[in-house]
């Protein structure tokens, strides 16, 4: 009981100034009460996420993905933890695989995402930028300083987020029927918003009802594949495609921003 009332204590001490607390969260996971221990952690946790605190709230529920890896929530855990891990990425708050760059004379948004191997629609969500043409001289930007990477299970149909070598988010796909869609590994050559589709009959506009390409695609260095959106989001976690990656529209709009041109996509069976 001792434990839980510290846990309960812990969640109130969450204050405006956002406190990391990982040492408390480690402090009061030694309940003997399983149950009811998850259950505060996860409480812990909501109160962390309503208070902005994203870290903290990363922090829980990654420890009960470690402390309960057998329990029927861990998924619950790991979409709470994946979901702060977007949270943290499109926030301005400082974190160990990001800098603070200061603008200087010359800059533009696309010379500094090249620079540091990310977007600009990265950049610009992160410090709550609304155009990508003004970057005010001495504004000091916070930058993702780690390469992205994407991992494609085709077997499994699902796409995994990575940030050098740590999990970001997963995502459920659909891949190629009978196994049409390419193993190896492959790079980001282009990215278009609202793609038109290049069909042996001609090429069908975004606009056109029968374009089922979504409103994003990554195209990739294996010719005539990428990773898209989808007019039918049912189909997803399927084989069903003609080879290429397919994501909800939603989701793929997400991957649009975070992951640049030139990044690393692996495939596997």
Known sequence: MAAIAAI???SKMISADKPQIPEKIAAVVKSENTSREEKELFALAARCKKSGNALSARDAYKKIMEKFPNSDNVQTAQEGMEKANIDILFS???TPDSIMYEVVKGDTLAKIAKKFSTTQDLILKANYLKDSKIVPLGRKLKIHNEKVNIIVDRSQNILTLKSDDKIVKTYRVSTGINNSTPVGTFKVINKVINP????AGGVIPP???KNILGSRWLGLSAKGYGIHGTTEPQSIGRQVTSGCVRMKNSDVEELYKIVPEGAEVVIVD
């Open 92 to 94: 301005s708050m400082p």
């Open 8 to 10: 309960i204590i812990v």
């Open 196 to 199: 038109p589709w290049y069909t």
């Open 207 to 209: 606009d056109s009802p």
